[in-house]
């Protein structure tokens, strides 16, 4: 639990509700004052407490935060509930790794089903640093995707992956999205060491997502009452942090997640992708 509520990292854009949250996660309970002043050493910047307090009333009314007196601390139903989503992610998640060693032989048709959006994320991250569609060849990587791919159940050990697979093999990616959570991952995306990636492309591909790698090519597509979720989950968070918050809520903590990878030969349809990849990319 205590290595969970590490994840959401400290940086420039980090707002004063991560920070309260990454606060109250370390010490609790804390007067008005104290988050505070908190805030105030741990960003380096002035917060006035009066935009602190309004932060703590949302947090409040969005079940986030319990007040006691005049000190504030986590909602403890919050963190079972979060504690108990991420488990069952995790659960989903073990069960599908066993599948990824089939990828070996790739002379047919591949389908994979999932029920877990993080499993779907760090599968195909997987699929890429190994190498295993391009026999240990370095190919670049070119995605246009609906939203941004990423895993609900973050960890250190995911963005490490993302790093691992930056590394192994040049990565591209056009995002049709331009929510506030498809910018979040884009600059996850480049920070992590992307060549290029921007939101608001421009594409005619019907698949959610469609992927390149070597001569294969790598479509990802969801349920219809998946596509709903996801597309009112990009439009209401703008980060990882209110991504647990948001995750949290029964309305999207309860929805039936179904998606299908398909990865298949076709040298045609995987240049395709690289050519419109870098042209949209290039505008």
């Known amino acids: 639990m205590q290595e969970f509520w590490s994840i959401p990292a400290a940086h420039g854009n980090t707002t004063v509700k991560d920070w309260t949250i990454r606060i109250l996660t370390q010490e609790w309970p804390l007067s008005l004052k104290q988050i505070t002043e908190r805030v105030q050493q741990q960003s380096g910047k002035t917060v006035s407490q009066q935009a602190v307090f309004k932060t703590l009333q949302d947090l409040v009314r969005q079940k986030v935060v319990e007040k006691h007196d005049k000190s504030y601390a986590l909602n403890k139903e919050w963190i079972t509930h979060l504690a108990k989503s991420v488990q069952d992610l995790q ?41 295993v569609l391009t026999q240990g060849k370095p190919e670049p990587f070119y995605g246009i995707k609906r939203h941004g791919l990423w895993p609900l159940r973050f960890s ?36 992590g060491g992307f060549k290029k990636s921007k939101t608001g492309a421009k ?42 918050e948001k995750f949290s809520q029964e309305e999207l903590s309860k929805f039936k997640f179904q998606a299908t990878l398909t990865i298949e030969r076709n040298p045609d349809l995987a240049r395709l992708i690289k050519e419109k990849c870098m042209k949209i990319l290039e505008e």
């Open 91 to 131: 659960t989903t998640y073990e069960n599908h790794a066993g599948q990824l060693p089939a990828l070996g032989k790739l002379d047919t048709k591949t389908v994979i089903e999932f029920h877990d959006p993080s499993a779907v994320a760090v599968t195909v991250a997987q699929i890429l640093a190994s190498r």
């Open 156 to 191: 250190f050990s995911d963005f490490e992956l993302l790093k691992e697979m930056t590394k192994s093999i040049p990565c591209y990616c056009a995002v049709i999205g331009n929510d506030p959570f498809d910018r979040w991952v884009v600059e996850q995306y480049l920070k």
């Open 203 to 244: 594409a005619e591909f019907k698949e959610w997502d469609i992927m390149a790698h070597g001569e294969y090519v790598l479509t990802i597509q969801y349920a219809k009452e998946t596509e709903q979720a996801i597309e009112y989950l990009f439009k209401q968070i703008n980060n990882l942090s209110e991504l647990f």
